[in-house]
């Protein structure tokens, strides 16, 4: 989807998700020394402002104009710690091996946008830095919700199979959902991965 879908989205309804943070960034990121994060597609910035709250400085990118407002405005208590940006990950790369924690929660890569998407997650974790990729699990019944094909976009596990020698997995699995699925939405599991690149 391209910035115009998304903000139609967005503008859609008065709050699309939930503005509460992912669980799995909660429990993955809960132990880790706060340093410089990238949270990719941050959406309204639920994530964003937690990892501040937490001590993290955050660069918060989406595509989406109207999210960007709507989370600049949720975390206006922690303004001086997150910046928000407007980008395509597959046009712009973040600036590589800038950071310690690079988390993307349920992000979109269509596999027809080729692979610059996911070398620009890669490049950006600094050495000793933590990869999180999280993403909805195949419908165990095949349900498309809203037309969605599983296999049009990239997951966590083709992630998985593009690192080197370098990084060391420390989870790669699917995992049982601890809220609610969107609303909408049939899905009850995630794929989580989490893998840490070796310090220089």
């Given at each position: 989807m391209d910035a115009g879908v998304w903000d139609e989205r967005y503008a859609s309804r008065e709050r699309l998700f939930s503005g509460r943070p992912n669980p799995v960034l909660v429990m993955e990121a809960g132990g880790l020394a706060p340093g410089q994060a990238l949270d990719v597609g941050c959406g309204e910035?639920?994530?964003?402002?937690?990892?501040?709250?937490?001590?993290?400085?955050?660069?918060?990118?989406?595509?989406?104009r109207v999210a960007l407002e709507r989370a600049a405005a949720a975390g206006a208590h922690v303004a001086d710690r997150i910046a928000w940006s407007r980008g395509d990950l597959a046009a712009t790369p973040p600036p590589a091996a800038s950071f310690d924690l690079v988390t993307a929660q349920y992000f979109p890569i269509?596999?027809?946008?080729?692979?610059?998407?996911?070398?620009?997650?890669?490049?950006?974790?600094?050495?000793?830095?933590?990869l999180l990729v999280v993403g909805h699990a195949r419908p165990a019944d095949g349900h498309r919700p809203g037309g969605f094909d599983f296999d049009e976009y990239?997951?966590?596990?083709?992630?998985?199979?593009?690192?080197?020698?370098?990084?060391?997995?420390?989870?790669?699995?699917?995992?049982?959902?601890?809220?609610?699925?969107?609303?909408?939405?049939?899905?009850?599991h995630d794929t989580v991965l989490r893998a840490r690149r070796s310090p220089a």
């Open positions: 910035g639920a994530d964003a402002v937690w990892l501040a709250e937490q001590g993290w400085r955050v660069t918060a990118i989406d595509l989406s269509l596999r027809t946008s080729g692979p610059e998407a996911v070398t620009g997650l890669l490049d950006a974790v600094a050495p000793g830095g933590t990239v997951h966590p596990a083709d992630v998985a199979r593009r690192l080197g020698p370098e990084w060391r997995v420390e989870a790669d699995e699917t995992r049982p959902r601890t809220t609610p699925p969107p609303e909408g939405s049939h899905h009850t």
